[in-house]
C-alpha cells in the first residue's frame, strides 16, 4: 500500500507517487519478498501472506 498525505502539495503527492512507482520492480520483491504482500508480478505469497491473496 502506498500513502500520500491529504495535505500534500500537488507536486509533492505526483513526486512522492513516481518515488514509489519506480521503486517497485520484481528485483526488490525478489530480494524482500517474506516481509510484506506484494501486488506485483514475482510476487510468491509466504505461507502467512496466502490468506491475504486469496482475499483479494
Do not use: C, H, Q
Not at 505526483?14 to 510476487?43: C, H, K, Q, T
Request: proline share 5%; hydrophobic share 50%; charged share 25%.
Amino acid at each position: 500500500m502506498v500513502g500520500i498525505s491529504r495535505n500534500a502539495r500537488d507536486e509533492e503527492a505526483e513526486a512522492a507517487f513516481r518515488l514509489a512507482m519506480n521503486g517497485l520492480s520484481p528485483e526488490m520483491v525478489a530480494a524482500d519478498n517474506d516481509i510484506a504482500v506484494w501486488l506485483i508480478v514475482g510476487y510468491k505469497p509466504a505461507p502467512r501472506a496466502v490468506g491475504v491473496i486469496e482475499t483479494l
